[in-house]
């Protein structure tokens, strides 16, 4: 890995626009909605240049809010190869590797204590 970790973080909700709402108020900003075929996803704003990971509320049926929710990505070369190394070091895949159109490909995999985490890929 030659950068930092995290590249990307995600907030999951029930009700897309409660949530926009509440986190477009306490932090004074405008989220903008960004295209995926599976899932709604509403982004925060994101400056490449600037320190921090950017991330974004997402509404995807099966995966419900609360309950610390919130998914951390992973930067990988290619996701599905770190989905199989995940699932053969005692962890499990949730979702193979997927298409999120213009932004690449996702995977999403649990550890050995029942995390859920993203793994993220443009490729």
Partial sequence: MNNNPVGWF??????????????????????????????????????ADRYGAPGALVRM???????NSVLVYFSCA???????????????????????GEYGHIALVRDTEGTMIGLHSMQ
């Fill in 78 to 100: 290619d996701c599905a190869m770190e989905a199989a190394k995940a699932a053969n070091s005692g962890g499990k895949v949730e979702k193979e590797k997927f298409s999120i």
């Fill in 10 to 47: 995600e907030i999951y909700v029930q009700d897309m626009d409660r949530a926009k709402a509440f986190y477009e108020s306490v932090f004074d900003l405008q989220l903008t909605r960004l295209d995926s075929p599976d899932m709604e996803i509403w982004a925060f704003p994101m400056q």
């Fill in 61 to 67: 049926p099966g995966f419900p809010s609360g309950a």
